[in-house]
């Protein structure tokens, strides 16, 4: 039980560091709406209004463009 309870934390700890589904955001490419998290791998698939496509940033992306704040990730 004490691996599943370290997994557990693990999950919790990445998924707050992302943002929510369905999470309106701008990236470079337009406004967008999050459509999908990889949170283990620290993915967001986010669909462009404008284009209608996905595109998928990392977290690490999405911080460096000014997307999200490195401070919702503490």
Request: net charge negative; charged share 30%.
């Amino acid at each position: 039980m004490c691996c599943l309870k370290y997994e557990n934390d693990q999950y919790e700890t990445a998924k707050q560091e992302l943002p929510d589904l369905g999470e309106n955001i701008n990236v470079h490419y337009g406004k967008g709406r999050v459509v999908g998290l990889n949170i283990l791998e620290r993915l967001v698939q986010i669909e462009l209004k404008d284009q209608n496509k996905v595109i998928e940033y990392t977290l690490d992306e999405l911080i460096e463009e000014g997307a999200i704040s490195s401070q919702a990730t503490k």
